[in-house]
């Protein structure tokens, strides 16, 4: 059975700190690994990783793939109140590329 | 360009009713699949379509039904509702030739009482 975990599952953190978020999988047929932002309704997203090694950005968020160790870290910078929501680490496999989720790690930023 | 569309928003519906998702996408997307929400959890695939007149079971799909008789809607039913029914209700659509980014609805609210 395909398993994508998340960590933390909840973090705390003030305007202008930096956040890792971690991502672990067991999944058959890895396709590529994909990271959403969901604030109230639907998921959004962020980047899509196939390679390892290959770093992703976009503004102050970044991600990486270490496909030897089967994981996936999201880095956000100098963090804002917008920063705030849960974010969602998903793998593709299949010749669907169907989505296997993880629980999400809930993100609030204080200002 | 609306992307991806889901009706209703949200639904009340007592035990042992039936009734239907709709999701509609504009964007000529292959792929469309249907993903629940609970509380705590991440998405949970419930049934997918590789294209119009194909659908495939995904992780969790006792209980639903669906049907993709045109491209563009892939609809889900529930013919007799229960409680742990109860959950919010993604819709998303990709492209096909190797792109993974699926693309996601507004979700329906659904509550089985």
């Known amino acids: 059975e395909d398993k994508v975990v998340q960590s933390p599952l909840s973090l705390v953190v003030h305007e202008g700190d930096t956040v890792t978020l971690n991502c672990s999988y067991e999944?058959?047929?890895?396709?590529?690994l994909l990271w959403y932002k969901q604030e109230k309704k639907a998921p959004t997203f962020l980047f899509m990783l196939?390679?390892?090694?290959i770093e992703k950005k976009s503004g102050r968020l970044s991600s990486i793939l270490d496909k030897k160790e089967l994981s996936s870290i999201l880095n956000i910078t100098a963090t804002q109140t917008g920063d705030s929501a849960i974010y969602l680490c998903?793998?593709?496999?299949?010749?669907?590329?169907?989505?296997?989720f993880g629980s999400g790690t809930q993100l609030t930023v204080l200002p | 360009n609306a992307g991806v569309t889901q009706t209703p928003k949200f639904r009340v519906l007592k035990t042992g009713q039936s009734m239907t998702l709709l999701c509609a996408q504009d964007?000529?997307?292959?792929?469309m699949y249907w993903y629940r929400q609970d509380p705590g959890m991440g998405l949970r695939l419930i049934h997918y379509?590789?294209?119009?007149?194909?659908?495939a079971k995904g992780e969790v799909p006792d209980g639903y039904n669906v049907s993709r008789l045109k491209k563009q809607n892939f609809l889900l039913g529930l013919e007799s509702a229960a409680p742990s029914q109860t959950s919010v209700y993604f819709c998303?659509?990709?492209?096909?030739?190797?792109?993974?980014?699926?693309?996601f609805g507004p979700g329906t609210r659904l509550l089985v009482l």
């Open positions: 998303a659509s990709r492209s096909s030739g190797g792109k993974e980014t699926q693309y």
């Open positions: 999944v058959t047929n890895f396709r590529s």
């Open positions: 196939t390679s390892s090694g």
């Open positions: 998903a793998v593709a496999s299949g010749s669907a590329r169907q989505l296997t």
């Open positions: 964007m000529n997307h292959e792929y």
């Open positions: 379509s590789v294209g119009e007149g194909t659908t």
